[in-house]
């Protein structure tokens, strides 16, 4: 069969935080981009619209085994976090979150606010005094804790990446939305592969895998040893936020994390996006499948306090989440980015953030890795193009009551 020629200086596959936020940097210098996106028209299948849209300060990773305070993966997530809402001229969050430690552990309490101070978090880590902490943490109030408030707080993913496309858009980049997953097969040579779209076959001249967990399918295709695996972290979404005013609840010792969303996700009283980390490998064959399997969701009920642990009266649903990390030699931890190319393969690249927050530098540090060679940066005539439609539509993150329907399956 012969290969079309895909007439762009990059396609993108994937059109997630990593995807969209590409092809706006590669627009705006002035490159031909297309991105190719699963459509979410029934369900969202980014990473970025399912998880907690926890804009991170770093603070829960300064002291990390086998480092020096403040971690490096620390000093990103600050730099990087902080560089993603300014250059989108998002909303900077100003909301306070709260880091949560059990009574009696004050050294290792003052070792965390002196390592987030040295992170240049500043006055804005401090200790709540129990009457504070028990006003701002409304049902998850626990009696023998002790509150540290944190500069962190969700910021809007999908308003991101609607931001994202749209500057891209305006710089010339085509977003198209397709039904069925991208697929890739090595070419004749060595370092040369092609892509499959509705059982057509193309050639482009660079590509970036930013499909998230559909990346392992793309690499598997091609032969590469990529060590990636993925894990499920279901998320619980309850819809009402229960008198908690604090936007981030991170409570490490019960491994659980809690997110509150406002009243524009879900009118009237907003949700709860709640989790543990329950680290359950998923075979890669049954990725798609997104189910959750109850020994993983009853453990977010195990921490929850009595009151919302009777689901059924409380109108409670899950959502399956993915992270793809690394085993093995390559391996970082799974909040850190992976930028690279993908060997033998000529210009190919693939991009996994680790955190949403660090997706604007994966970008960018996926573009270097290109040799664009000298374009002009005067308008071109816009490649002919028609595959898809086009991805234009409204964006939701799964807490959205868009997405009530998710729960029907999640469950096994
Ligand atoms: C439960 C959970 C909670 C999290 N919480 C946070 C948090 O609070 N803060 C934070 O910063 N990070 C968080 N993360 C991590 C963060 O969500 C991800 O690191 C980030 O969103 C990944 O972005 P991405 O663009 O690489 O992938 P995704 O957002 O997964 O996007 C992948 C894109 O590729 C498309 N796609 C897949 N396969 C194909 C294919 N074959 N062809 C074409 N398109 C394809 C998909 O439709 C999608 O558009 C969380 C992750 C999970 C799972």
């Known amino acids: 069969m012969v290969s079309r020629r895909l007439d762009f200086d990059l396609v993108v596959l994937g059109g997630g935080a990593v995807g969209a936020l590409t092809a706006m940097q590669a627009a705006e ?49 600050r730099a990087q976090g902080q560089r993603l809402v300014s250059e989108l001229n998002l909303p900077h969050p100003t909301d306070r979150g709260l880091a949560r430690f059990p009574e009696g552990q004050d050294d290792e309490i003052e070792e965390f606010i002196e390592a987030a101070r040295e992170l240049g978090l500043g006055a804005s880590v401090r200790r709540l005094d129990s009457l504070d902490a028990r006003e701002r943490t409304g049902v998850f109030h626990r009696d023998g804790t002790v509150c540290v408030e944190v500069p962190d707080a969700p910021f809007d993913e999908a308003g991101m990446l609607v931001t994202a496309r749209a500057r891209a858009s305006a710089a010339g980049a085509h977003f198209a939305e397709i039904a069925e997953p991208v697929r890739i097969e090595p070419g004749e040579d060595i370092q040369s592969w092609r892509l499959i779209i509705d059982g057509e076959k193309y050639t482009a001249p660079r590509l970036v895998l930013a499909a998230g967990i559909g990346n392992l399918d793309l690499l598997d295709a091609l032969g590469v040893d990529h060590q990636l695996i993925v894990k499920s972290t279901p998320l619980l979404v309850i819809p009402k936020s229960e008198g908690m005013k604090a936007p981030i609840l991170i409570d490490r010792s019960q491994k659980l994390a809690v997110a509150c969303h406002q009243r524009q996700f879900r009118p009237p009283h907003g949700c709860l996006v709640a989790g543990v980390y329950v680290g359950t490998e998923i075979p890669s064959s049954r ?71 660090l997706a604007y530098r994966a970008a960018e540090l996926a573009l270097d890795l290109f040799d664009f060679g000298q374009h002009s940066e005067e308008m071109r005539p816009k490649p002919a193009f028609d595959l898809g439609l086009a991805w234009a539509g409204s964006v939701h993150m799964h807490h959205d009551q868009k997405y009530d329907h998710l729960d029907d399956r999640a469950k096994e």
Request: hydrophobic share 35%.
């Open 287 to 357: 990725l798609r499948e997104r189910v959750i399997p109850e020994s993983d969701w009853s453990q977010i009920y195990q921490v929850l306090p009595a009151r919302l642990q009777d689901f059924e009266g409380n109108g409670h649903r899950f959502t399956c989440g993915h992270e793809v990390m690394r085993t093995g030699h390559g391996r970082v931890r799974k909040e850190d980015l992976i930028v690279e190319r993908v060997e033998p393969y000529r210009n190919v690249v693939l991009t996994l953030p680790g955190r949403a927050t």
């Open 29 to 77: 210098r002035g490159l031909r981009c297309l991105v190719l996106r699963l459509s979410d028209r029934l369900e969202p299948e980014a990473e970025t619209l399912r998880n907690q849209a926890w804009l991170q300060s770093g603070a829960m990773f300064t002291r990390l085994t086998g480092e020096s305070a403040p971690s490096l993966l620390s000093l990103k997530l």
